[in-house]
């Protein structure tokens, strides 16, 4: 099996104002594609990895031979973790509902505190990574990565996600954070976090 690029669900220019159309293509179209084409180059010779997913392989790194772990988790990571980020953005503002809002009313008492620990998380971050919110073990809770680690080595299920890494908002925020993570609250697109929570 070979590992493809996945399309965006909109245009470039589709996050405007809060994204900008030259990072949204930067970001997606060399970026995101070069860890797919590096996790091509890994797996070569490996069809029986790789036919397992991208999820498998993520899970059972320990599977993964000793030479090409490193590679393979890196770009694999970047691989999923770029997918994920890219569909639960929508230029259409959305206000969260549902089951997400109940559980993370639930787990967090409420939806602005849940918001609060996860801002700040995101912009605290040391470095390049992700910070996510997850279900484990039955409960919400927000954790970062770095680099390209995945909730899914951990045994958590990925629902929402931020790419802190620079190259996610330099050309339009530059060393700014701050102002990506404001920007990104603006763009998530709940429904696919609620269908994601199942």
């Known amino acids: 099996m070979v590992f493809e690029l996945k399309a965006l669900p909109y245009g470039f220019d589709a996050l405007e104002p809060y994204m900008d159309a030259k990072t949204v293509e930067i970001h997606w179209g060399k970026h995101h594609q070069g860890y797919v084409n590096k996790l091509n180059v890994a797996l070569q010779g490996k069809e029986?990895?790789?036919d397992r997913g991208a999820v498998w392989i993520?899970?059972?790194l320990n599977e993964i031979p000793d030479d090409i772990r490193t590679a393979v988790k890196n770009n694999c990571g970047g691989m999923i973790?770029?997918?994920m980020f890219w569909e639960i953005l929508s230029g259409e503002k959305q206000e969260c509902f549902g089951k997400i809002l109940e559980k993370i009313n639930e787990d967090f008492g409420s939806f602005e505190d849940f918001k609060k620990e996860f801002t700040e998380k995101s912009v605290g971050f040391?470095?390049?990574?992700?910070c996510w919110l997850v279900l484990s073990d039955g409960k919400l809770e927000i954790i970062t990565t770095?680099?390209?680690d995945s909730p899914l080595s951990l045994g958590k299920k990925p629902l929402l996600v931020i790419d802190l890494w620079?190259?996610?908002y330099y050309?339009?925020?530059q060393n700014r954070r701050n102002e990506f993570v404001d920007n990104f609250w603006k763009l998530v697109n709940w429904g696919r976090v609620e269908?994601?929570?199942?």
């Open 58 to 60: 993520l899970e059972n």
């Open 166 to 168: 620079e190259h996610a």
């Open 146 to 148: 770095g680099d390209h």
């Open 48 to 50: 029986e990895l790789s």
């Open 171 to 173: 050309l339009k925020h």
């Open 195 to 198: 269908e994601l929570l199942g």
């Open 126 to 130: 040391f470095g390049s990574g992700w």
């Open 81 to 83: 973790n770029h997918d």
